[in-house]
C-alpha cells in the first residue's frame, strides 16, 4: 500500500529533526504513483504533490514517530482536506417545501437508483416525506423502474402520462407535489451516454422551471478519469450543489472522489456503496483518503504523538506556573489547545489517566461551551490585566462581562478558577509533575 511504501522510502534513515527536502521528493514520487493508479486526474495529482510538498518540507518530525509515518499523516491530511475537510455536508432541507432536488449524470451512472435510495433516507433519517418524478422520456420503461422502486419503500411516484416532455412533467410534478404536501420533490432526468447540447439544454431547462434547492451530479466512481469530463460539462451548464458518487462498493479507489470535489468545487454528499436501496452513506472524506492510502494505524500513531507534545507544552507551562509566571494568557492558551485538541472529550480519550478527570469535569457541570464562554471572557480583558489578574477590580469585572456578554459572576468564576488552577500547579510540581498526577488519577 502507499502507507507501506511511503514509509518505506524512509527506512534508513532515523534522523529527526526537519524533514528535508530531498526525501520529501523522493516521497512524492510515490505518492504520484499511488494517485495516479487510484484512478486521480493529472491535474489534479499536481496540485496535491505540490501542496504536500509545500506542507512537508522542513516540518518537524514528531519524537516517536519516523520521518515516513510523519509525512503519510501530511499526506492523508491533505486528501482529507481536498476531499472536503473533516465534516460531511448536508442536504439543504430548510427552503420552502417542496424543496427540490434535481439529479443530473450520465446514463446508468445511477440516479434513478439513486434517486429512489435518497428518499428512503430522507423519510428515515430526516422524517420527510418525498415525491419522486422521472422526467427520463429517452429511456422506453425509464419512468415504470421508478415506479417500481417508489413501491418498493412506499414513497410516492408522479402517475405516468405518456408522450409528455420533460418540462411539463417538471410542471406537473411541482403542482402534484405541492397538492400532497411533500416535503420533498425529487426529480429524476435522463441521461445519455455521453454529454452532448441537447442533454444540456434539457437540464437548464427543467433545472429552471423547477428552481432545485440542491442539484446533484450523480457519477460512477468507477469511470475514474472518464467522470472528470462529465463533471466538468455539468458543472459549467447547471447550477451544481453537490455530488453523489456510486459504486463505491467496487474497488474502485477513491480517485473519482479525489477529482471530482477538485473539478466541480462541491461537496460530495453521498456514497452509493450497492444496489439494495439502504446502501446510501453520507460521504466522509477521512475513509476515502484512508482508502487512497491504503493505510493501518499509521495516523492515528502520529496523533498520538502530537498528543504526547502537547503533554510536553502542558510540562513547560507547569514549570511557569510554578515560578508563579502563569497568568491568564497561559490560561487561555491552554482552553484554545483544549478546544482544538477536539474539546474535554477527546482529551479525556486520548491522555492516560485522564477518566477521572473527566468525570469530575463532567460533575461540576463543565462542557465544552464552557471552554468558549471562558475564552470569551479572557478576550475581553486588556492585555495588562491579562498579564496581571489583580488588577480586576469590581469596575474592570463589570465592563469585562458586558463585552464578553456575561455575568460578573462567569468573570468571578473564571478568576477563581485561575486561582486553584495556579496552585494545583505548584503542588503537581511538587509531585513530580504531569506524570505524577498521571499516576494520581490512573
Ligand atoms: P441511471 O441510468 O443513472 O438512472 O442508473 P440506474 O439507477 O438505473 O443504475 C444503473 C445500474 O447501476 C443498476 O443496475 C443499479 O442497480 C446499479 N447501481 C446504482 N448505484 C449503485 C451502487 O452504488 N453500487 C452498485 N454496485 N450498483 C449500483
Ligand atoms: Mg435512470
Redesign the pocket.
Known amino acids: 500500500s502507499l502507507s507501506d511504501r511511503l514509509t518505506g522510502v524512509f527506512d534508513g534513515l532515523r534522523g529527526r529533526g526537519a524533514l528535508r527536502e530531498q526525501d520529501v521528493r523522493d516521497a512524492m514520487r510515490e505518492v504520484r504513483i499511488a494517485l495516479l493508479e487510484a484512478d486521480v486526474a493529472l491535474p489534479v495529482v499536481r496540485r496535491f504533490i505540490d501542496a504536500v510538498t509545500e506542507k512537508a518540507i522542513g516540518s518537524e518530525v514528531l519524537k516517536s514517530v519516523t520521518p515516513g509515518q510523519q509525512v503519510v499523516k501530511i499526506v492523508s491530511d491533505e486528501l482529507v482536506e481536498m476531499l472536503g475537510g473533516e465534516e460531511s455536508v448536508p442536504l439543504e432541507l430548510e427552503a420552502k417545501p417542496p424543496v427540490v432536488i434535481m439529479?443530473v449524470?450520465?446514463?446508468?451512472?445511477?440516479?434513478?437508483?439513486?434517486?429512489a435510495?435518497l428518499a428512503k433516507f430522507l423519510k428515515e433519517k430526516h422524517g420527510k416525506k418525498s415525491m419522486m418524478a422521472s422526467l427520463?422520456v429517452n429511456?422506453p420503461a425509464?419512468q415504470e423502474?421508478l415506479a417500481v422502486l417508489g413501491e418498493q419503500i412506499e414513497c410516492a411516484t408522479l402517475p405516468i402520462v405518456a408522450g409528455q416532455q420533460p418540462v411539463d412533467i417538471a410542471r406537473r410534478a411541482l403542482d402534484a407535489a405541492k397538492l400532497q404536501a411533500a416535503d420533498v420533490l425529487l426529480l429524476?432526468t435522463a441521461?445519455r451516454l455521453h454529454v452532448d447540447e441537447a442533454l444540456m439544454a434539457e437540464m437548464k431547462a427543467v433545472s429552471s422551471i423547477s428552481a432545485p434547492t440542491e442539484v446533484l451530479l450523480?457519477v460512477?466512481s468507477l469511470t475514474g478519469q472518464d467522470a472528470v469530463n462529465v463533471a466538468k460539462s455539468f458543472t459549467e451548464e447547471v447550477p451544481l450543489t453537490g455530488v453523489i458518487l456510486?459504486?463505491?462498493?467496487?474497488d474502485a479507489r477513491g480517485g473519482a472522489a479525489l477529482s471530482m470535489r477538485h473539478v466541480t468545487g462541491k461537496p460530495i454528499k453521498f456514497?452509493?456503496?450497492?444496489?439494495k436501496l439502504d446502501?446510501?452513506e453520507t460521504f466522509h472524506p477521512k475513509r476515502v483518503a484512508d482508502r487512497i492510502l491504503g493505510m493501518g494505524d499509521v495516523v492515528s500513531l502520529v496523533e498520538k504523538a502530537a498528543a504526547t507534545i502537547k503533554e510536553e507544552d502542558a510540562e513547560a507551562l507547569a514549570k511557569r506556573m510554578a515560578k508563579g509566571q502563569f497568568d491568564l494568557n497561559d490560561l487561555r492558551t491552554q482552553l484554545q489547545q483544549m478546544n482544538q485538541m477536539g474539546g474535554l472529550g477527546m482529551l479525556a480519550g486520548m491522555m492516560p489517566g485522564m477518566k477521572k478527570a473527566k468525570a469530575a469535569m463532567a460533575n461540576s457541570g463543565m462542557d465544552d461551551k464552557v471552554l468558549v464562554h471562558m475564552d470569551a471572557i479572557i478576550g475581553s480583558m486588556t492585555p495588562k490585566e491579562r498579564a496581571n489578574p489583580a488588577l480586576l477590580n469590581a469596575k474592570r469585572k463589570r465592563r469585562i462581562a458586558a463585552g464578553a456578554g456575561k455575568e460578573v459572576q462567569d468573570v468571578n468564576k473564571l478568576l477563581k478558577m485561575y486561582q486553584e488552577m495556579s496552585r494545583a500547579m505548584k503542588q503537581i510540581k511538587k509531585m513530580g509533575g504531569l506524570k505524577g498526577l498521571a499516576a494520581m488519577f490512573g
Request: no cysteine.
Open positions: 439529479m449524470g450520465l446514463q446508468g451512472s445511477g440516479k434513478t437508483t439513486s434517486t435510495k427520463d429511456r425509464a423502474q429524476d441521461g450523480v460512477d456510486t459504486r463505491m462498493d467496487g456514497a452509493g456503496t450497492g444496489e446502501a446510501l
